[in-house]
């Protein structure tokens, strides 16, 4: 059977939520008992977003290919059980870069190179490849239509509607209906005008998922069902959510994949979202809270590590509680004063995610000699594993001026240093160690523990590693080595047996965490800081009564 299609498309404002909209609806079919596959173009002329920075693009996702993808392949990943690769993503610098390969080899045979068809025929290639194996495709189309960058993969979906039908392709629009304080309601015009917009390049949207702050009344829906051409029933109230993870659920309680099976003419079985609602019931039902300091380097720009918030979500929801994340930025620590140590003293556990460039090193090194002599549960991620090396290489085995060869070139104790085989690259597009790799770990290890498995598969993105010259150093002063590839050749995982919990990876376990299936790391972490932070409290509470009860010391006359 030929796969169907269903395009999503945003309007009015970006950030309308189109990448979690193409999730649940995906999450949806798939409760239906249906096989989805999932893609996103951006129309921007990277190649891919791997050299963008966390605060213009937020977090750059991996896939186990090795692709560096947009964010909103995290959110395809966990809403459903889609196989991602380098194929779901794709941009125009990507999309323009194969053309004139094409055209230097000659393969267009002398004719001239040009956006209809040349640019549309290479976006429509892309789309049915994602296509083949599954029920339903869903495409979403990066940026707001009207962007003059986004018309050739408008014009691409288009034509897939004139080449396939009705029956195998669908329009659904994201656009926003604003709530004018000063007026006391709700204003359709927005969302007139953006659809507008779509029927001047030949979209006529079949279903518009409407962003409001509240519900639309029966009026507020004719009314934009009349100016914009659907059926009442296809103008769907999005409202806003305090979890992500709701948003199935609305969409099922509108009936939007009922919409769906009914305009694609597809039969499937009787929706079943009762993991799904089970999730949501423990999201706002928790048994108690854990506070959870995340030191980095990107924390004014909480999209810089969207996959890294998600997976601790999922390791609080685990445990059914509540996570209070506090984003403490690492420059701030520099200064190692009280302030500094009594801020990380509030929290249950610390975390260090990664990250390029020295800026902010000296906090993040003061925040885990903190946690490491304070008995505070402690997971480092990449630039976090590598700078737990270096505070221990610093502070517990005597070399004062350990670095990575990343922050200072002249350091004479290179701890970290760039991978050997990036020697003499300075190319930093697609440079890195990307992708899945496979790690070994040793028995009778936390790591081990933590996973049940003898050996792993992890998604990296990295370009410094651990220097092997120093190992033994540092495992004489107590640092342990649990994970390693399969050669010997790279560190993975490093831990310290002494500790209550402190593990750090070099690899992004965030990448591969789901809200129904938790990564063990981030459900242990999440654990251990919940327990200390009982254990914390509890002392702070003992404390406090001694106090309060101590006998006065009265002085003699």
């Not at 690769?85 to 055209?103: L, M, V």
Request: hydrophobic share 40%.
């Amino acid at each position: 059977m030929s796969a169907k299609y269903i395009f999503v498309t945003g309007g009015v404002v970006s950030s309308l939520g189109k990448g979690l909209a193409a999730a649940s609806i995906g999450c949806l079919l798939e409760s239906r008992g249906l096989k989805v596959n999932l893609m996103k173009f951006d129309p921007y002329l990277n190649v891919d977003p791997g050299t963008m920075s966390p605060f213009q693009h937020g977090e750059v996702f991996v896939t186990d290919d090795g692709a560096e993808t947009d964010l909103d392949l995290g959110h395809y990943e966990r809403f459903t059980h889609a196989k991602l690769s380098r194929d779901n993503n794709w941009t125009t610098g990507r999309i323009y870069e194969q053309i004139i390969a094409k055209e230097r080899r000659g393969d267009y045979l002398g004719k001239t190179v040009q956006v209809i068809p040349h640019v549309t025929n290479e976006i429509k290639a892309a789309m049915k490849k994602v296509a083949q194996d599954v029920d339903v495709a869903i495409v979403e189309i990066g940026g707001t239509v009207g962007d003059i960058e986004s018309l050739p993969f408008m014009e691409a979906i288009r034509q897939m509607r004139q080449e396939l039908g009705r029956e195998r392709t669908l329009f659904m629009h994201v656009t926003l209906v604003p709530f004018i304080a000063a007026a006391q309601e709700l204003k359709t015009k927005p969302t007139q005008h953006s659809v507008k917009e779509l029927l001047s390049i030949g979209i006529q949207p079949d279903i518009l998922l409407c962003r409001t702050d509240r519900f639309l009344s029966k009026e507020i829906k004719s009314k934009i069902a009349l100016f914009c051409n659907v059926e009442e029933e296809a103008v769907i109230t999005a409202k806003d959510v305090a979890s992500i993870y709701e948003v199935p659920v609305v969409f099922s309680h509108e009936g939007v994949d009922t919409l769906v099976l009914r305009y694609l003419h597809i039969e499937a079985k009787e929706r079943d979202l009762k993991s799904w609602e089970e999730l949501v019931h423990r999201v706002y039902n928790p048994k108690a809270e854990v506070t959870i300091g995340i030191v980095g380097k990107y924390v004014e720009y909480e999209d810089s590590y969207k996959s890294l918030k998600e997976a601790l979500v999922h390791g609080a929801l685990a445990h059914n509680l509540k996570l209070n994340l506090n984003w403490i930025e690492a420059e701030g620590l520099e200064a190692g004063d009280q302030a500094s140590q009594e801020q990380l003293a509030d929290y249950d556990g610390i975390l260090v995610p990664g990250g390029f460039g020295k800026r902010g090193i000296e906090g993040m090194l003061i925040a885990i000699r903190y946690a490491r002599e304070n008995n505070v549960p402690y997971f480092g991620i990449c630039l976090g594993m590598q700078t737990a090396c270096i505070e221990f290489a610093r502070n517990v085995c005597g070399l004062a001026d350990a670095n990575s060869s990343e922050f200072d070139p002249a350091t004479p104790h290179r701890v970290i240093y760039k991978l050997r085989e990036l020697r003499g690259v300075e190319e930093l597009g697609g440079t890195m160690r990307l992708g899945a790799w496979t790690c070994k770990i040793e028995p009778g290890t936390l790591a081990h523990k933590i996973y049940g498995q003898d050996e792993i598969s992890e998604r990296h993105r990295h370009r410094y590693e651990f220097n092997r010259e120093y190992e033994e150093t540092l495992t004489a002063g107590g640092l342990r080595i649990s994970g390693s590839t399969p050669d010997g050749t790279y560190v993975e995982i490093v831990e310290l047996p002494d500790h209550p919990h402190f593990i750090g990876c070099q690899f992004h376990p965030e990448f591969k965490s789901k809200p129904l299936e938790p990564h063990p790391l981030f459900k242990t972490f999440v654990g251990a800081a919940y327990e200390h932070g009982l254990k914390r409290r509890a002392e702070k509470a003992a404390a406090e009564i001694e106090m309060f009860h101590r006998p006065e010391k009265v002085g003699r006359r």
